[in-house]
C-alpha cells in the first residue's frame, strides 16, 4: 500500500469533504470542511471531483510518503514544510517517496487543507468523506496511522492566483438573513446585536463557535425543537450569540436570530480567539446572488 | 389538509422551514409525517429535517430560490397523496430491564406513587416518534403520562450507558450510545436497532 505514514497527528487531524446530506432525519449531522473555500481551492488545484482532504487545525501535524503524488495546500498559514524547508501554500507540489511533510506553527488562520491528487483513499460513510467525531464517524490522525493514496506522476504546478488568497483578518462582518425566530427580538434588542463588535471565546469548535459582547433577550426563551440550518445564530439563556456550524446538533429548541451566509462561515471557520466580528444585515436576494457566484466560481 | 394549518418561510439562502401549528399532539405529528413523505419525493431537496411541529428543508439554489421553493412545498403537500402502506406506522416493541432503573425511587417520590405505579403506567402507553436528534438515533417519544413526569436532573450526569431507557417531563426516550445526559433512567434495554426509527412511529415498552 502506498501513501502517508502518521509520525505525528497533530492537534486535530482529520478527512473532511463536503459533508454528508440526506441523512438529519436519523440525527446525523452534515459535517463536512469548515473553510469550504480553502477546501473547495485544494480540490480545483488537483481537478479532484468527489475528492476528500486533511482538514489541519493549528500544528504538529507530520507525515512521510511512501510514494510519488501531487499534493496542495490551501488555507491557514501552519508553517508547511517538506524536508523542513519551509514552503508556499495555495499551490502544488510534488513529492516523492521518503520526502516528510510537516506544519509547525500557526501564523495565520486556524485550518489547512491538504489534499492529494483523487484523494486519499479511505471508505465513505454514510455517502462522505467527512469525519465527525462525537458520531463515532471517522478519526482523528494520530501516530502510527497510514494515509492511502494511489501514486501520480503529474509534473504541473498549478497555483491560486494572488487575488482570490484571503488575507484572513482579525475583524470582519457577517452579512446575516434575518430569519427564524428574529420576531423574538424587538427593535431595540436588534440595535444592540447589530452595533456590537462580539469577541470570539475559547469555545469555537467544529460544532459552533460561542460569541461574547451585548447580552439579547428574547421575548421567549425556548421553542419547540426544530432543524437547525448551517449559520443559524442561536441566542441561548445566558444572551451571548452561538453561530452554528458544520457539526451543529441537527434539532434545537434554543430562539435563532437568522442565518450567517455560509460564504461568511466560511471565512469565520479561520478566525481565531479573541478575534471581533460583527453582524450586517443582508437580503435573501443578495445572500442568493453571492452564495450562487461562490459555487458557480469552484464549478468551472 | 387544510392550507390555513402550515406555512413556509425563509431561514437561509438555501433552506425553508414549513411550521405547522406551535403545539405537541398526534394530530399535527401526522401532518408532519404526511409532509414529510410528500417532500421525500420532491425533487432538488438535499436535505429534510422533520421534527415536532416543522420540517427544514435545504435545497439547491442552482434549481430554487426563495419564492419558488415555496411554491414547490406547498404544492407538493397539499396534492400529496400517501400510498397506504406508507401511512401505517410501524410499531416497535422494546424490551426493558427494570430492575436496572436507577431513578425509578426517585420518579415515584416525585409523583407519590410506588415504582410499581411507575413502571405499570410507563409500559401502558403506545408512544410516538416525535422528533430525532441531539445525537444519531436519539428518539424522543410522547406523550409520557402525567401521574410519572419527572423534570431533568438538575445536574446532568457525566455519562449515561447506552441502552438506558429514561423519562423527562412528558418525553422518554433510549440512549442510543454512552454519553452525558439529564434524563430519569427508568430501566435498561438491549435494544439496539436505532436507525429503525422514523417520525410517527409507534413504540410500546415492555417489561422483562
Known amino acids: 500500500m502506498t501513501g502517508f505514514e502518521v509520525l505525528a497527528g497533530g492537534l486535530l487531524t482529520m478527512i473532511q469533504d463536503l459533508g454528508r446530506q440526506g441523512y438529519t432525519h436519523l440525527g446525523i449531522t452534515n459535517s463536512g470542511a469548515m473553510d469550504e473555500y480553502a477546501y473547495r481551492w485544494s480540490q480545483k488545484l488537483l481537478d479532484n471531483h468527489e475528492g476528500n482532504a486533511l482538514e489541519i487545525l493549528l500544528s504538529g501535524l507530520k507525515l512521510k510518503a511512501t510514494a510519488s503524488t501531487t499534493l496542495a495546500v490551501c488555507g491557514a498559514d501552519l508553517d508547511f514544510r517538506i524536508n523542513d524547508e519551509k514552503q508556499p501554500i495555495w499551490q502544488t507540489h510534488h513529492i516523492h517517496e521518503g520526502d516528510i511533510i510537516s ?36 478519526q482523528k490522525l494520530s501516530k502510527g496511522d497510514f494515509l492511502a493514496f494511489t501514486p501520480t506522476q503529474v509534473k504541473e504546478t498549478r497555483h491560486v492566483p494572488e487575488k482570490f488568497i484571503p488575507k484572513y483578518p482579525k475583524h470582519f462582518t457577517l452579512h446575516i438573513l434575518l430569519s427564524y425566530q428574529h420576531r423574538f427580538f424587538s427593535d431595540e434588542q436588534k440595535e444592540k446585536f447589530f452595533n456590537t463588535d462580539y469577541e470570539l471565546t475559547p469555545q469555537i469548535s467544529r460544532m459552533g463557535y460561542k460569541l461574547k459582547g451585548a447580552c439579547i433577550t428574547p421575548s421567549k426563551g425556548g421553542i419547540i425543537s426544530e432543524g437547525i440550518t448551517f449559520g443559524a445564530v442561536q441566542i441561548p439563556q445566558d444572551g451571548q450569540p452561538i453561530i452554528l456550524l458544520k457539526e451543529r446538533q441537527t434539532i434545537g429548541g434554543y430562539p435563532k436570530i437568522g442565518s450567517v451566509l455560509p460564504s461568511d462561515c466560511f471565512k469565520l471557520a479561520q478566525l481565531p480567539i479573541g478575534s471581533t466580528v460583527r453582524f450586517r444585515e443582508i437580503d435573501i436576494e443578495d445572500a442568493e446572488k453571492e452564495m450562487k457566484g461562490f459555487y458557480d466560481f469552484f464549478k468551472s | ?113 410506588s415504582t410499581e405505579e411507575v413502571i405499570d403506567t410507563h409500559t401502558q402507553t403506545t408512544y410516538r416518534v416525535y422528533a430525532i ?44 450510545q454512552d454519553s452525558a445526559g439529564g434524563w430519569n433512567i427508568l430501566g435498561h434495554t438491549d435494544f439496539d436497532d436505532f436507525s429503525s426509527f422514523e417520525i410517527g412511529d409507534r413504540v410500546r415498552f415492555e417489561r422483562i
Open chain 2, 1 to 113: 389538509m387544510q392550507n390555513e394549518a402550515y406555512v413556509v418561510e425563509t431561514v437561509s439562502v438555501d433552506s425553508a422551514m414549513l411550521y405547522f401549528k406551535e403545539i405537541i399532539c398526534e394530530e399535527v405529528l401526522d401532518q408532519v409525517q404526511h409532509a414529510y413523505l410528500a417532500l421525500k419525493t420532491l425533487e432538488y431537496i438535499i436535505d429534510l429535517t422533520p421534527s415536532y411541529n416543522s420540517i427544514l428543508i435545504q435545497y439547491d439554489i442552482n434549481y430554487y430560490n426563495h419564492l419558488s421553493i415555496k411554491e414547490a412545498v406547498l404544492k407538493q403537500v397539499s396534492e400529496y397523496r400517501e400510498i397506504t402502506a406508507e401511512k401505517s406506522h410501524k410499531l416497535i416493541e422494546i424490551p426493558v430491564d427494570y430492575s436496572k432503573g436507577i431513578d425509578l425511587e426517585r420518579v415515584a417520590e416525585t409523583n407519590n406513587i
Open chain 1, 103 to 138: 506544519f509547525h506553527q500557526q501564523t495565520k488562520g486556524l485550518r489547512a487543507y491538504l489534499a492529494v491528487k483523487d484523494g486519499f483513499n479511505v471508505e465513505k460513510v454514510y455517502d462522505s468523506y467527512a469525519a465527525t467525531l462525537k458520531e463515532g464517524i471517522g
Open chain 2, 133 to 176: 436528534g441531539f445525537m444519531v438515533g436519539f428518539a424522543y417519544l410522547a406523550k409520557v403520562d402525567d401521574t410519572i413526569a419527572t423534570p431533568r436532573l438538575s445536574t446532568p450526569r457525566d455519562k449515561i450507558p447506552k441502552g438506558s431507557v429514561a423519562i423527562a417531563d412528558t418525553q422518554t426516550a433510549i440512549y442510543p
